[in-house]
Structures are given as C-alpha cells and as structure tokens.
C-alpha cells in the first residue's frame, strides 16, 4: 500500500492515450491508497484507506469514476493492512486485536465487491510484553495465483526471525514456515523479497555489520529460501570474485519463472570509497542455494567516462549507482536498471535580534535529494555483456522526499518505457524513453502535467496489464491517477 494521500479528474490527450481521473480534495481522514488493478471488463481500482473507514473507488477506461464501495468492517480494534488483486477475486488483509493477541485474517470479495465466505485466520501473534514483531508485509506473484505474507521476530534490536506464509489463489495457506536467521557475524538489515509464479518464496537480507576489507570471512548478503513448510535453504554472498575482492555494494534480485532460478546483480565497489568498480552477476538455484553461475566484471576507463558523462581521461571515481530492478531475460541473463541516487544535508544558520537576550543564532537542516542517470545493463546467462546504455537525466528536489523524483517503468513485451519528470521545480514536462530488445532508445515528451494540474509520483507508478500503466498525482491538494496506454 501506498501510504499518503488519493483522487480523480478526466483528460484524454495524444496518440500516447492518456487518461486522468477528476481530481479530489485530499482529505485529512485519508491515511493512504493502492492501485489495485483492472477487471476483465477493463475498469480500474484503486484502494482508499481513511482512518475508519475502507473503499474502492471503480473508475473505467476513461479513468472516470462509476462507483465507490465501502467495504469497512463490522469490527472493533481492526485494521486493514493490505488489499490484494488476484485474478478476479479481492482479498482484504486486516489485524485484528483480541485480549493479549494480535490476529491476521483476510476476506474475500468478487469484483462486485460481495463476500465470498467467512474471514479466513492467517496468523496469530502474542503481545505480550517481551515479545517484538515487525508489522506484516504482503505481496503477490506476478501472475496473481498467490499472496506471501512475512514477519520478523526482532532480539535484541535485530532481526532473528523469519516468519512466512504462502496463500493460493482460493485463499487457502499452502506453506507455512519460521527460519532462524544468521547469528554471529551477521547482523541482517531486509533488502527485498518475492514470490514465484508457482508460489515459492525467497529474501535477501544485507549483512548491516559486514566490511568487506576487514571480515572477508563473513557473508555480505545471504538469501533464504522456502522449500516447504519445514525446509529453508540459504546461500552465502561475501564478495565479488574478482582479483580485489572488492564488496558488492547493491545487490538485488529476480526469479527467472522459467527455470525458477534467481537472477541477482550488484555493482561491486571498495568500502572506503563511493566508487563502483563494476558489477557481479549471480545465478542461483532456489532448491538447495547452490550458485549456478557467477561473473564480476571491472568497467574500463572508456566505460567509466562513458557513465559519468565525462570524457576526459581524469575520471577514476564514479559514484555507486542504486540497482532498482532486475528484469531476467528469456536466455537467463538479465536486465539490469541502477538509478543514481544521493541524499545530503546542509546546514543553515539564522541570525535574529532578540530584544531580551540581544543577538540569537539558530540552524536548519535542509534535506537535497538528488534523482539522476539511469544505467542500463543487458547481460547474457554467463553474466556477461551484451549491450549498455544510458538516460541522463538530472532531478534535484528539497524538502519533498523525492517523491517526483525518479522513474516509472513499464514493461510491454516489444519495448520497455521509461517515464520521469524532467524538471521537479517547473513541473512542466513529462519525458519518455522507448527501450527495444537491442537496447536503442527512443526520446519524446509525452505530456506537460503544469497545464493538466497534475503532478507525477513515477516511483509510486504500476502496471496494471502488458502495455497500461497508472501513475498517481498530487497537485495543490488534490489526488488524480493518469492512465497511461502504449
């Protein structure tokens, strides 16, 4: 769920096809909202979370709205946590607090928005003092047959338990299991997780304690995977294996459905230095963590000019890029998307008179976020090179959170879109990048949001079907959703 605000107003414009709901009044009440998805029929749902309440609002191809249905329940001391699209049916995820206990339920709805059977019990947790549980998260495979639900049992600060759940498509658990994560040397920070198309788990947990000059012997990362109820398997990723050693630095993953196996790219670099040195590619099996595969390449110099946009012989240091996706490929390599991404603090001082205590200084913080070029990496199943490119882009915001910021992606098969608000301050043009397979791209404006009143959240965006895509707004108060059709 996407917590912070939601709307509606209509505009249709271009051959691009662009939809926008009216807008709506942002309402204290509202906590937050989700994109749902669409129904067969081609209508759009979008989640709304108030304090007390729940609704879906159903709006149609042309974004405008045909009905709202409230589906709060009839209980005391409930909260909705997650709503969730599969297939043709809604489930609604709510805690709900009884005595000493906290239990996880959902309920079924057809997309009439009727229930379907009685509220299921997913997990129960206690609260009794001592005990310390993260919130549960939810999410689903991508083609919606199942849900996973996840949890920490926290010790001593840190995270010493992993606790999941796998619901079908008929709302039925079909695994249920606990792992004991790392102790001694490993200090587990989440970096992510997902489910398969056939329902099979996996997380990848970073290692928040790991220096990779100083510990060579300790993992960096390690993922957990779920064979059965009763069975977890992990692998171990301390480095790259390249002659420095050097750490990976961002790691992330994908399962490639086909075979079932984990994608996993990470730029490499030294712990002394935001510098990448180059990348690791993983192939992991997910019965039994063996690495299938595994390659490191350093970048040349050329390479190194190439991404820094410098082509002078002076560049040695260019900053780690964040790894924001990992699409695998149909031979079994990947796609790998990294974002550069920096966030700095200034400090500004503040000189006023004080009539009783004469001249008092004061300093603020403000907060610079900093959203620029995408890399883009296509590598085959041996991990190697197959073709690089780059979107420069600049976006610096402050004060905001970046929540303009960076990119939407979109996958539609032929081609790969990428959508991003050229300048934050301005708000004034909207830009897209047409990828095909052999990694040539393609530039145009798609729309100016200033003269439609809206505002793009693109990190927020989600692809409801192989070629539509919704993107939230929130412009001068008001929330809108713009559909876009390629």
């Known amino acids: 769920m996407i917590f912070l605000f939601l709307i509606t107003s209509v505009y249709s414009a271009f051959a691009q096809n662009i939809f926008i709901s009216p807008p709506e009044k942002l309402s204290t009440e509202l906590v937050g909202f989700d994109i749902l998805g669409k129904t067969k029929n081609g209508d759009v749902l979008i989640y709304k979370k108030f304090r007390f309440e729940d609704e879906i609002q159903v709006l149609d191809k042309q974004m405008q709205l045909k ?11 409930y909260e909705t946590i997650e709503l969730i699209k599969l297939n043709e049916e809604i489930f609604q995820f709510y805690t709900l607090k009884e005595n000493k206990n906290l239990y996880l339920y959902h309920q079924r709805y057809n997309t009439d928005f009727e229930k379907k059977g009685d509220p299921k019990i997913i997990d129960s947790t206690s609260l009794r003092l001592g005990d310390n549980f993260s919130a549960f998260r939810i999410m689903k495979s991508k083609n919606e047959d199942y849900v996973l639900i996840y949890k920490y049992e926290y010790s001593s600060g840190r995270i010493d338990k992993l606790f999941s759940v796998v619901v079908n498509a008929a709302g039925n ?4 299991g606990s792992e004991n994560l790392p102790g001694e040397g490993f200090s587990p920070a989440f970096v992510s997780a997902t489910i398969s198309d056939d329902g099979k788990p996996v997380f990848l947990f970073e290692n928040d304690t790991y220096s990779c000059k100083r510990e060579k012997g300790n ?12 069975q977890f398997s992990t692998t171990e990723i301390q480095n790259a294996n390249d002659s420095a050693q050097t750490c990976i630095r961002a790691l992330q993953f994908e399962i490639e459905n086909k075979t079932g196996d984990i994608i996993a790219v990470g730029l490499t670099g030294e712990d002394s230095k935001d510098a990448m040195l180059g ?14 595969q595994q390659h490191t390449y350093t970048f040349t110099q050329e390479m190194l000019e190439t991404i820094s946009g410098k082509a002078d012989k002076n560049v ?3 900053p780690v890029y964040k790894v924001t996706q990992i699409i695998p490929r149909m ?3 990947a796609l790998m998307v990294a974002e550069y991404y920096e966030k700095t603090v200034e400090n500004y001082e503040n000189t006023v008179y004080d009539p009783y205590y004469g001249y008092r200084t004061s300093t603020r913080q403000v907060e610079y976020f900093e959203y620029s070029d995408i890399v883009l990496f296509s590598l085959n199943n041996e991990g190697e090179i ?11 915001s402050k004060e ?5 910021s960076s990119f939407a992606l979109a996958n539609c098969k032929q081609s790969m879109y990428f959508i991003f608000n050229e300048d934050i301050s301005q708000n004034n043009n909207v830009l897209q990048y047409q990828m095909t397979a052999d990694g040539s791209l393609d530039r145009k404006s798609l729309f100016n949001p200033n003269q439609q009143e809206v505002e793009l959240r693109p990190s927020a965006a989600k692809q409801i079907s192989f070629n539509e895509m919704i993107i939230p707004s929130i412009y001068r108060r008001n929330i809108a959703f713009v559909k876009v059709v390629f």
């Open 279 to 292: 990348y690791s590619f993983f192939r992991i099996s997910t019965f039994g963590g063996e690495i299938i």
């Open 67 to 77: 009905r709202t249905k409230d589906i709060t329940l009839k209980l005391d001391n």
């Open 386 to 396: 197959d073709w690089n490119n780059i979107i420069r882009k600049k976006q610096v």
């Open 331 to 333: 031979d079994g390599g």
């Open 316 to 318: 040695k240091y260019v």
């Open 173 to 176: 658990i079909v695994q249920a």
């Open 400 to 404: 905001d959170k970046g929540v303009n």
């Open 219 to 230: 993992a960096h990362y390690i993922f957990v995977m779920q064979e059965n109820s009763n």
